[in-house]
């Protein structure tokens, strides 16, 4: 094929590509609670083990003098994620930071886990929706 013909094809595939709208299973109602946990819980000892979030500690730090806070509101935490690494992280130049957890599937276990690990941290036991985010949530975002 001439390079003119390839340049025809690969436009067609673009052109004719859709997004893909792709889901996740433990989003879903239905989807088993012990599972779902479970799924949380590794992605947590993941992101802390590999420290994974080290790149955004500046970011976070930049976010936070910006919204005059020293609140972090994490959206979706599933288990907590990488926060306990990040945490020591930032508590080194941010002693009085505070985490509150939320989740629309909250992960108690993990949640309570988190909290005895760091005492900065609290989280909420109601499911959060991140689109809804209630008012009296004041911090930074994530």
Same mark, same amino acid.
Do not use: C
């Given at each position: 094929?001439?390079?003119?013909s390839?340049?025809?094809?690969?436009?067609?595939?673009?052109?004719?590509?859709?997004?893909?709208?792709?889901?996740?299973?433990?989003d879903?109602?239905?989807f088993?609670?012990?599972?779902?946990?479970?799924?949380?819980d590794?992605?947590?000892?993941?992101?802390n083990?590999?420290?994974?979030?080290?790149?955004?500690?500046?970011v976070?730090?930049?976010?936070?003098?910006?919204?005059?806070?020293?609140?972090?509101?994490?959206?979706?935490?599933?288990?907590?994620?990488?926060l306990?690494?990040?945490?020591?992280?930032?508590?080194?130049?941010?002693p009085?930071?505070?985490?509150?957890?939320?989740? #629309? #599937?909250?992960?108690i276990?993990?949640?309570?886990?988190?909290?005895?690990?760091?005492?900065?941290?609290e989280?909420i036991?109601?499911?959060?929706?991140?689109?809804?985010?209630?008012?009296?949530?004041?911090?930074?975002?994530?």
């Amino acid at each position: 094929m001439s390079s003119k013909s390839w340049k025809t094809v690969v436009a067609h595939i673009e052109i004719k590509m859709g997004r893909i709208h792709l889901f996740e299973l433990e989003d879903q109602k239905w989807f088993p609670t012990f599972l779902r946990n479970y799924g949380t819980d590794f992605l947590q000892f993941m992101s802390n083990k590999t420290k994974m979030y080290k790149p955004v500690v500046p970011v976070i730090e930049k976010g936070l003098k910006a919204s005059k806070t020293n609140q972090i509101i994490d959206l979706g935490s599933g288990g907590g994620g990488g926060l306990l690494w990040l945490n020591t992280e930032l508590k080194k130049r941010i002693p009085d930071l505070k985490i509150i957890l939320t989740d #629309y #599937y909250p992960n108690i276990p993990a949640f309570e886990f988190t909290k005895k690990e760091a005492d900065n941290f609290e989280f909420i036991e109601e499911p959060i929706d991140a689109r809804k985010v209630p008012i009296e949530l004041v911090g930074l975002r994530t």
